[in-house]
């Protein structure tokens, strides 16, 4: 999301300045202009201007072509219209072929076609030869159009796109006078000389030398089947280019970009890391070991988990319908798929723990079986067991990428194709104070963290105090929601680095209030002031559920997985109940 939440429209950063990147999108972005760049400008606009030329030919050859073969006007307008018919099958299917097979392949493979046929327009014998031959010239030529503006928007970064594509169309354009000037002294020369005119248009042919050292667009790979990440994004570049791809530090920003306020030249994290290595780790210390330590011993307790609430509301009441009436209540179900998360089971085994534990404690209740667990978790409503209290919480949100059942990466890297079946992304609400996980919703991969937070927010029943999340929800949906929900809360995002303050309206937002906090403090002064670092809390949250419970979603579709998760987060905080480590520093 690019736009401020005061509707204005800066320019957008490239993705390093804020994070370091690893999608080849962004990181091409962040990239500076380099050899790579200066060979596609060359043969782009190389090709340009043979094809401007060429597109200009038949004006020029006409008059000699009437000379030659004594035909009237009409069949000079035919063999113009067939060169515009073939233009308009070039548009409409160049760029398809582009899509499917690669934009350097479909460049090369439309200039050879444009040259080699107007290399034939000079070998032509008739009027249907020549009008064959200058419909097949037109398909090259506006294929060529269209596969070039696609990789100048795709393989150019942002910030200097504007730029080269100018410079690639004014060499271009430079193709029309010259091939007047050209053919002004080739038509006279015999009877035949306008057949040299086209030879010139054809000469385009030897951008392909050029083109051969271009690289595919990263944009198409990513989108392909073939590869997830162009191989030369890396190898190709220099040492230089390469450590800035890698690290995204803002000192390598592109030229041209600025940032408005002196304390946002680098992110925090940043700011030391070159001597890093000097600094001593710091050392914490567990002050109530003796209480954590119970509390983890607690957690595999077997009876801890079949509880006796759960016991008494085992059996599902009747419904009141006509049929079959269920026999397992959520309350069952939920406590068998828990027990299975808690100890990491299939649901084969889950079952036969269910057996055992029902026999050690003598309790007369039937076990649904492996098949009935997966059945109902399908789709199972889940309520959050918080122990919550009167005050409003402080809510920390942040969300993180669970793999799924699949083949996933392998299939990827083995074989070049991608699966269907990608990853989820959980979205956490946490309670600052008590660490207990207060919302929870699990989307698709392309579903954005501003979205979700709506969502989020209405999971929570008590009053909210304030939200703190990264830097990735700062936008006017954030805001407005949590103020249309709970007006007196604080909202703790870190702007972006080119974000400025609200001139639109004379009242003082807290975006506005944090934009100059930064700009005299800098961020990591924003930072204390602020209590934005109790972010960490969330994080260690989400690192939490994926060492208890896993980085993979065991169940198959998205309602079940929604289930797991939501039982998986009441697992978490069923633990936390038990008690958390109280830590201080010792050095």
Not at 416 to 427: E, M
């Amino acid at each position: 999301m690019s736009t401020t939440i005061e509707g204005q429209q800066p320019p957008s950063p490239p993705a390093g300045a804020t994070r370091p990147m690893s999608t080849a999108s962004a990181r091409l972005d962040r990239l500076p202009v380099t050899s790579l760049h200066r060979i596609a400008v060359a043969a782009l606009a190389f090709a340009y201007f043979f094809e401007l030329a060429d597109l200009n030919t038949f004006g020029y050859a006409a008059p000699g072509v009437m000379r030659a073969w004594h035909i009237p006007v009409s069949a000079v307008a035919l063999i113009t219209s067939a060169s515009f018919g073939g233009m308009f099958i070039g548009a409409v299917f160049g760029g398809r072929f582009s899509d499917a097979f690669g934009r350097k392949r479909g460049f090369i493979i439309s200039v050879f076609v444009y040259a080699v046929f107007s290399f034939l327009n000079a070998l032509s014998w008739d009027v249907a030869s020549l009008a064959i031959f200058r419909f097949l010239t037109g398909v090259g030529l506006s294929g060529m159009t269209v596969i070039a503006n696609t990789y100048i928007s795709e393989f150019f970064p942002a910030h200097v796109r504007g730029k080269y594509m100018g410079r690639i169309v004014t060499i271009g354009l430079i193709g029309i006078p010259a091939t007047a000037w050209v053919a002004r002294f080739l038509v006279p020369l015999a009877d035949w000389g306008w057949r040299l005119v086209f030879v010139w248009g054809g000469l385009g042919v030897f951008a392909i030398l050029i083109a051969l050292r271009m690289k595919e667009s990263p944009r198409w790979h990513v989108r392909s089947r073939w590869c997830m990440e162009p191989p030369w994004l890396d190898a190709g570049a220099s040492d230089s280019v390469r450590e800035f791809l890698d690290d995204g530090r803002d000192e390598a920003r592109p030229v041209g970009w600025a940032q408005p306020f002196s304390g946002s030249e680098a992110m925090p994290y940043k700011f030391h890391e070159s001597r890093r290595h000097k600094f001593p780790k710091a050392r914490y210390r567990v002050t109530n070991w003796p209480e954590y330590d119970a509390a983890l011993v607690r957690r595999g307790d077997l009876t801890l988990w079949f509880t006796e609430e759960a016991v008494a509301a085992w059996r599902a009441p009747a419904t009141g319908k006509r049929g079959g009436q269920p026999i397992y209540s959520a309350t069952a179900i939920e406590t068998g798929l828990a027990l299975r998360m808690v100890f990491h089971q299939p649901l084969r085994q889950t079952e036969g723990l269910l057996r055992s534990i029902a026999t050690v404690l003598e309790l007369d209740i039937a076990i649904p079986d492996h098949t009935t667990l997966s059945r109902r978790g399908d789709g199972l409503t889940i309520l959050p067991k918080v122990v919550g209290g009167e005050e409003p919480l402080h809510l920390l949100v942040d969300s993180s990428g669970l793999k799924i059942y699949g083949e996933g990466e392998w299939l990827d890297q083995k074989r070049g194709i991608r699966s269907p079946r990608r990853w989820r992304k959980l979205h956490l609400g946490v309670d600052a104070d008590t660490h207990e996980i207060v919302a929870v919703e699990l989307t698709p991969d392309d579903v954005g963290d501003v979205s979700e937070l709506p969502g989020l927010l209405d999971q929570v029943d008590a009053g909210i105090a304030s939200v703190t999340a990264d830097g990735a929800y700062d936008g006017g949906v954030v805001y407005d929601a949590v103020a249309n929900r709970h007006p007196d809360a604080e909202i703790i995002i870190p702007p972006r680095a080119t974000a400025v303050p609200n001139q639109t309206t004379a009242m003082v937002t807290q975006r506005d209030r944090h934009i100059t906090t930064i700009a005299k403090h800098g961020r990591m002064g924003w930072q204390r002031r602020s209590g934005y670092n109790r972010r960490s809390l969330v994080e260690t949250a989400v690192y939490r559920y994926k060492t208890i419970i896993g980085r993979r979603l065991r169940a198959r579709t998205l309602p079940t997985q929604r289930t797991e998760a939501k039982i998986g987060c009441n697992v978490l905080n069923w633990m936390t109940s038990f008690g958390m480590p109280a830590s201080a520093r010792i050095r």
